[in-house]
């Protein structure tokens, strides 16, 4: 498998041979061994799934951890994973924002049917709903443009990779694309990449209350913070 996020690399920083399991699988095992600890993805490929089996594992989720479910999605930057299941890459944005309308829909509504460019089907139902409501929280994770757009536009919230704890929004924003994506905050409210606090809805604190600006999470032996 070859391909790489960081330029003139050959090679994925994982190696294809890399053990893998359902990661809705493992987290409900988690789920029946914990009684408080959120479980989380960073992030679930959504696109590489059919909406159905997506919003099914998350729903299973969400119930047998009693609300504990975060949904962290993306779109993936690794080509052959889409050629192994025989998707086209360079749709992979739109396929991803039409499985995530989906599965808020079955999440959420009593029936649903759904003509578009990927998924095609007639009037379904969907039980059981989710325990937290309207829906798990979605976090959309990427820092291209797109990415950031689809955080603001889909998303209750936004992760990024390989980044220290503090300042990842103006590292993103300083890689060419300060002023240009729109993120919106928790309160709803609309604006362009140039802040931490901006971007995650916080108001400014003092340096002794940074420790409060955002949970932080360790994966892969670095610590990133989540909103």
């Known amino acids: 498998m070859g391909g790489s996020p ?26 029946g061994r914990t009684e408080h600890v959120k479980l989380a993805t960073h992030v679930y490929l959504l696109g590489l799934r059919h909406p159905f089996i997506a919003a099914r594992a998350i729903t299973t989720l969400d119930i047998v951890s009693g609300g504990r479910a975060i949904v962290g999605i993306g779109a993936g930057w690794l080509g052959t994973e889409w050629d192994a299941v025989g998707l086209d890459f360079a749709s992979r944005g739109r396929r991803v924002d039409e499985a995530a309308d989906v599965c808020r829909r079955l999440w959420t509504d009593e029936v649903i049917e759904q003509h578009g460019e990927f998924y095609d089907f007639g009037p379904v139902m969907f039980e059981p709903k989710p325990v937290q409501k309207p829906h798990p929280p ?3 994770g990427g820092e291209s443009g797109a990415a950031l757009r689809r955080a603001a536009r889909l998303g209750n919230g936004w992760v990024g990779m390989d980044h220290t704890v503090y300042g990842p929004v103006e590292r993103v924003a300083r890689g060419g694309r300060a002023g240009g994506p729109a993120v919106r905050d928790h309160g709803g409210r609309s604006g362009h990449v140039r802040g931490r606090h901006q971007a995650m809805g916080r108001r400014r604190r003092r340096p002794a209350d940074r420790r409060a600006v955002a949970p932080i999470t360790r994966c892969g032996g670095r610590l990133t913070r989540v909103q």
């Open 6 to 31: 960081f330029p003139g690399q050959e090679h994925p920083p994982v190696p294809p041979s890399t053990p893998v399991f359902d990661v809705f699988a493992y987290l409900s095992y988690l789920a």
């Open 138 to 140: 979605v976090i959309v």
